[in-house]
């Protein structure tokens, strides 16, 4: 059986301070790092296909012809065009960038976000505002799915199948909200790999952080039985952690180790 492995990023950094002023520190790939992950791929030829691609293998649950991977950037941050594309573009590689619509501040954005999607990447929902789903009553929860879903098939003439999680956060309210309002998948933060058997509901995907290592990123993209284990284990001791303490807790500690480290 072929395994896809899809790839989250988010911010991408200039190299010398974040290029956004409310990205997270963790998450935010150096320019330099990510061109040569991009590279990477390249060098070693592996199969990088379209979030469509996947889920049409799941709807109609015929199993892909080999390994795979996708790439997926959340936030919308302006790294997306200004860095990412471009890098991508030169490997000839696809992504879908998941938008929160609240971060677009300018119609300039929305252009360049229009211009991406006729070089052929995809845009996804990222909500309106990046609240934790669960924590929403049934109309706000609506509102950010349906809301952000409207916004960017209105501003850039794609439609918008595929919903990114933030945070990560969802329950059988949030999957049920998403279906109604017209996603074909939900993408949350769970590690791990997707196949044709998958629920295309509750994609898994890898975070790619600021201190991964290019041996480390080789060994995950080459589906390293011993690599993927260790990226599961820490994603399901994270996520008992944040149900055990809470999201504000967590949040606040995670904010503290970064300013410590970063």
Request: proline residues 2%; contains cysteine; positive net charge.
């Amino acid at each position: 059986m072929h395994n896809v492995l899809i790839l989250i990023y988010h911010c991408i950094d200039n190299g010398s301070r974040l290029s956004e002023d409310f990205a997270d520190p963790f998450y935010t790939v150096t320019g330099r790092s990510f061109r040569e992950q991009m590279e990477l791929i390249s060098k070693l030829n592996l199969r990088v296909i379209k979030l469509d691609d996947l889920v049409c293998s799941i709807l109609d649950r015929k199993p892909l012809q080999q390994d795979s991977l996708v790439i997926t950037f959340d936030d919308g941050y302006r790294s997306d065009f200004e860095i990412a594309a471009p890098a991508l573009k030169e490997f000839n590689l696809h992504a879908t960038f998941f938008i929160t619509t609240n971060n677009v501040q300018s119609e300039t954005v929305w252009d360049k976000l229009t211009e991406m999607v006729k070089n052929g990447f995809s845009l996804g929902s990222h909500t309106v505002s990046h609240r934790y789903l669960t924590k929403l009553n049934p109309v706000e929860l609506r509102e950010e799915l349906c809301g952000s879903k409207t916004i960017i098939e209105q501003k850039t003439g794609q439609s918008v199948n595929h919903l990114s999680l933030p945070g990560g956060r969802y329950n059988r309210e949030v999957i049920k909200a998403a279906e109604e309002c017209g996603y074909t998948s939900v993408l949350t933060t769970d590690a791990g790999l997707n196949n044709h058997l998958s629920d295309a509901r509750k994609l898994k995907r890898w975070s790619v952080k600021r201190d991964t290592a290019l041996p480390e990123f080789k060994r995950m993209v080459q589906f390293d039985s011993f690599e993927l284990f260790k990226k599961v284990s820490t994603s399901v001791a994270l996520r008992n952690i944040k149900n055990v303490i809470g999201d504000e807790t967590y949040t606040r500690l995670k904010s503290r180790i970064a300013r410590s480290k970063y």
